[in-house]
């Protein structure tokens, strides 16, 4: 990248999402970093979960949004991308931004909204049948942002359809 270029890095505290800010540091060299967590507010989570059995939802919902785990959580996820970016000679700003429909347009609009030059992220690179239930957000964010992106892809000892995978939400 050359001077005066920003990236925008997806980051949701996986390993994958270091990896991808690692790759992204030693090869794109930018001068701006904005790192980004995307969160759903946990009430909203709980309400969609419920949705999916047929069940009436009866959600409490914090006064304050400095009430909810969710945001605690993105908070800490987002802090600790900070510590990552840091370790590896990058000055990142933070950003939380709160998901309304998905992650993927959570982050497309970030990057909109922050005027950066690419997107950063990782991915889980599913295949098969398990590509065929699960939406990729890497690939909304390419299909979508109309901007360059950069994916890491995971290590190739990662095991790429663990349980764990099944229950975890996606963000790259």
């Not at 970016?85 to 998905?102: F, I, K, P, Q, Y």
């Not at 347009?105 to 030059?117: F, G, K, Q, T, Y």
């Not at 939406?135 to 790429?160: C, K, M, W, Y």
Request: proline share 4%.
């Amino acid at each position: 990248m050359s001077n005066g270029e920003t990236m925008l890095i997806a980051y949701d505290g996986s390993e994958r999402a270091d990896r991808a800010m690692e790759y992204a540091a030693r090869l794109l060299r930018p001068d701006t970093v904005e790192i980004l967590t995307a969160w759903e507010p946990a009430a909203r989570q709980a309400a969609r979960a419920v949705g999916r059995t047929g069940m009436h939802p009866t959600i409490a919902v914090p006064e304050n949004v400095e009430d909810d785990a969710a945001y605690q959580e993105a908070v800490g996820i987002c802090r600790q991308g900070i510590a990552v970016a840091e370790g590896l000679g990058l000055a990142g700003r933070a950003h939380l931004v709160e998901s309304v429909t998905t992650i993927a347009s959570a982050i497309v609009d970030a990057a909109h909204e922050l005027d950066v030059d690419v997107i950063v992220t990782g991915t889980r690179a599913l295949s098969g049948f398990r590509a065929w239930w699960t939406s990729s957000t890497a690939e909304q964010i390419v299909r979508n942002s109309g901007l360059p992106v950069f994916i890491v892809p995971q290590d190739s000892d990662e095991d790429t359809a663990t349980d764990s995978d099944a229950e975890e939400p996606e963000y790259f």
